[in-house]
């Protein structure tokens, strides 16, 4: 089994995983900014970062999934496919969990209407030269085409969604970049010498 067969067990049994060109400029952004540890939030089966480990030998990733089937799954995957152990899968809800350390890069792709939470939650654990890289923030084009048919809890979701994008870019101590990649990739970084974020909850 290979990354190419995982990926088509995804797209068979339609379970959303990132792109390959997000997962190309997330491997960018690691090189870009010297990462070695890694926080996931949003596991999946394991698509993401089982390609990332395989494109940087020396990188660590810590990954949560609440969805107990789909931790079993990845967990599967993991024992076929990382071959040098540099994944620590955990089956936890996110806002349960409190990080042991500080990483050099924070992956959001959980919950789509929860982006400010797990911002508020996780950016505090962010190292000074890291960056946290949120997914989806365009949602497959949703904010761009009329939703109105749409169910009212797909419409309050991208209204989150738009919320929290334009909530982060009037943060004064954060620096934000949103790259033209896969469903929209946001990047935030601590501006230079800020210390206001670290080693608690951000409000």
Not at 17 to 31: F, G, L, P, R, Y
Not at 112 to 122: E, G, I, L, P, T
Request: charged share 25%.
């Amino acid at each position: 089994m290979n990354l190419h067969d995982l990926k088509q067990i995804a797209l068979i049994t339609d379970i959303p995983i990132m792109s390959d060109d997000t997962i190309e400029a997330i491997s960018k952004e690691i090189t870009l900014h010297h990462c070695f540890s890694v926080l996931e939030i949003g596991t999946a089966i394991g698509f993401s970062s089982l390609s990332l480990a395989h494109k940087h030998e020396n990188l660590s990733i810590t990954t949560l999934e609440k969805d107990e089937d789909r931790y079993e799954e990845a967990i599967k995957y993991k024992s076929l496919l990382d071959q040098r152990n540099q994944i620590k899968m955990i089956c936890t809800d996110a806002f349960e969990y409190s990080p042991h350390q500080m990483y050099d890069c924070i992956i959001i792709d959980g919950a789509k209407a929860s982006n400010q939470r797990f911002f508020q939650r996780f950016f505090p654990f962010l190292k000074p030269s890291g960056c946290m890289l949120i997914d989806n923030i365009d949602f497959h084009g949703a904010r761009d085409e009329d939703i109105q048919h749409r169910s009212r809890q797909f419409k309050k979701m991208i209204h989150k969604i738009s919320e929290f994008e334009s909530w982060i870019k009037q943060h004064a101590y954060v620096n934000v970049e949103k790259l033209d990649v896969g469903d929209g990739l946001l990047k935030i970084t601590h501006k230079p010498h800020d210390t206001h974020f670290y080693g608690k909850i951000v409000q």
